[in-house]
């Protein structure tokens, strides 16, 4: 069979692929919907890719003319094995999907139906999903959210998160659940599927939940619920799926930082929950995640108490240090720290343990490889904060001990 040469103007610029369904944007540039889309939408540039150019609109223009070139092409190459590209589904119009809500809300009976229409129009391509936002469908579909009650079971009210989630709403839309009166009902209807819902429906909710919280006031930040603690306790203990996990984790990094929400955090089982998934799990990401909350949590006195009530809390951390990465061990290094400046001066049993559990003999070692200076110098100030203790000790190897600063 003769190879045939595919010209390269039918080739989109981004992925260097036959264009099946050709769009032209403002700076004159052809691509394949597919391509631009996620180039604008999902990854979020604001630039040509080929010119660089900053796009002050994103409308895509289908590029007709260049649609029937080269479907023509294929028909005339089918001998040789290229296949016809079939003529794309025309994208949604902004009538089209009020006249949709309309129904929903005339006609209580057909709003499962219109939200599986709505589910189907965002599947379809990504400029979809920002016509469904331009036309109202976030805030129909989070009124729907906020009618469910706690414990109840409605398909209508799942269907609306896992809709809203894949939609990918703008930080616009989502600033609007954040600064308006009735912005707890909206935040309160996801911690309501944390606790009750399915496992792909608490999953998208724990994602929600942090890009809202993302775009939400520095105000709203500190004066965050207890209960929205809970949750995020909810999610880690569970262990639902890897990619829930990290969004928990990584909300209560981001939350930690403001106002009291450390000894929140800390008094609603954080630090238990974090101990018990570091002891599960090796994968270097999750592990850094871990740290990096506990290191925020064991700056405030409850964080502290509950990371020593444990009994594996010392080692765990310590056994991180050199096994996962450089921050990693960075985070566990501050954590033991914390440990030792603010609790072990007033219980002798917490530094026996640090030295009983290998944590001395660790820190020593970690002075001997590659570290950055910073740890180091937070290595060297615990030990010598407790040198009196440590220093001779029998549970340190010689070889190390040479080490002590």
């Known amino acids: 069979m003769e190879e045939i040469e595919v010209p390269s103007y039918f080739l989109c610029p981004i992925s ?21 889309e996620k180039w604008l939408f999902s990854c979020k540039h604001t630039t040509c890719p080929v010119t660089n150019q900053d796009l002050k609109f994103t409308d895509l223009t289908p590029n007709h003319n260049l649609l029937r070139v080269i479907q023509s092409w294929c028909m005339l190459n089918s001998s040789n094995g290229i296949q016809r590209i079939p003529t794309p589904k025309p994208q949604v119009q902004k009538l089209h999907v009020v006249k949709i809500l309309n129904e929903a809300e005339k006609y209580p009976d057909m709003q499962f139906n219109c ?58 839309e ?19 599927f944390l606790k009750s819902g399915n496992l792909q429906t608490r999953e998208n909710a724990i994602n929600l939940l942090r890009s809202t919280l993302n775009v939400a006031d520095p105000a709203r930040l500190i ?17 639902i799926s890897q990619q829930a996990t990290k969004a928990a984790l990584q909300l209560l990094v981001e939350l930690c930082p403001w106002g009291r929400n450390r000894s929140k955090a800390a008094e609603n089982g954080a630090v238990f929950a974090l101990i018990e998934l570091l002891f599960d799990t090796n994968e270097r990401r999750l592990c850094e995640l871990i740290l990096t909350a506990l290191d ?30 450089h921050l990693a061990s960075d985070k566990a290094v501050r954590i033991l720290c914390s440990i030792s400046k603010f609790s072990a001066t007033c219980y002798n049993k917490v530094l026996q343990e640090m030295l009983q ?23 060297k100030e615990i030990l010598r904060l407790h040198s009196r203790v440590w220093r001779g000790s029998s549970c340190i190897p010689p070889h190390l001990l ?4």
């Open 296 to 325: 925020h949590l064991c700056t405030c006195a409850e964080g502290r108490a509950e990371l020593l009530s444990h009994g594996g809390g010392i080692a765990i951390v310590s056994k991180k240090i050199l096994r996962v990465s």
């Open 223 to 239: 004066g965050i619920q207890p209960v929205y603690f809970k949750g995020m306790v909810g999610i880690l203990n569970d262990n």
């Open 357 to 379: 559990v290998g944590v001395v003999s660790k820190l020593c070692l970690v002075l001997q490889l590659d570290a950055s200076p910073k740890t180091k110098e937070k290595i």
């Open 16 to 36: 260097m692929e036959v264009m099946r369904d050709p769009v032209t944007i403002s700076t004159g540039i052809t691509y394949d919907r597919k391509n631009i």
């Open 174 to 192: 989502l600033k609007k659940f954040t600064n308006s009166q009735n912005d707890h009902q909206f935040l309160d209807s996801l911690l309501n």
């Open 402 to 405: 040479s080490s002590y600063p």
């Open 115 to 172: 939200l599986r229409r709505i589910r189907s129009i965002a599947h379809a391509s990504e400029s979809n999903k920002k016509c469904l936002e331009s036309a109202g469908v976030v805030d129909f579909l989070a009124a729907i959210m906020i009618k469910k009650k706690k414990s109840e079971v409605s398909d209508a009210s799942d269907e609306a998160l896992n809709i809203l989630f894949n939609l990918n709403p703008s930080d616009t």
